[in-house]
């Protein structure tokens, strides 16, 4: 889950990055306006983290330039405005949320998690794929009732699939997705055939059915 943080308040900034960092999201920053619309424009993310006073424009103005833009981030308004007025715009403008500062980061997270889970799989807590069982809050897989010991990459990997259930994937996409921190190693095949080799191995060993079919040329597909 890839999470922009767009905040000028340095300390802010890095607490947020930090425990995000921690509660599983994949995060990166912008402390201006013009950075944001930068890396937006570049970058499709799961999520945003927007602050509305920006030391060189409007938050809320790029909310509108994500919304006319058809972006399908999901948006976090936060600010020190208690202003309703503000919060009500922001909501109009299309924001999913709002948070008023000074907040508890464990708020945030929960509130991220919503609502990715409203844009990627209808608001669901659970997601069940013949015998896989994906527990969304408590980031926990199990292959009939047995929990399976995924890494950060392998838990990653099988939600994409799931999001992208019966289609065919390419390997471009899947390194794409595997190395977004990485932009040089997004032509690095041999990665996303290891960790999909391991993923494939770990839902094999509690008696799951090979659902990750090759698609010779192009990719996988995730049977669902």
Partial sequence: MKILI??????????????????????????????????????????IVLDIMLPDGDGLSLLKILKEDKKQEGVIVVSARGDVDDRVQGLKLGADDYLAKPFHMAELAARLHAIIRRKQFQGMNNLEAGEIV???????????????????????????????KNRVITRQ??????CQDHQDWFDD???????????????????CRDCIKSVYGIGYRFIG
């Fill in 6 to 47: 767009v905040e000028d308040e340095k300390a802010l900034q890095q607490s947020m990055m930090q425990y995000l960092t921690a509660a599983g999201f994949q995060c990166e920053s912008a402390c201006n306006f013009r950075q944001a619309l930068h890396l937006l424009d570049e970058i499709d993310y799961d999520a």
């Fill in 134 to 164: 994906v527990h969304l809050e408590r980031r926990e897989v199990y292959v009939h009732g047995q929990p399976v010991n995924l890494t950060r990459k392998e838990y990653d990997l099988l939600l994409f699939f799931l999001a992208n």
């Fill in 173 to 178: 996409a899947l390194a794409e997705h595997l």
């Fill in 189 to 207: 095949y041999d990665l996303v055939y290891a960790h999909i080799k391991n993923l494939k191995k770990k839902l094999a060993d509690r008696g």
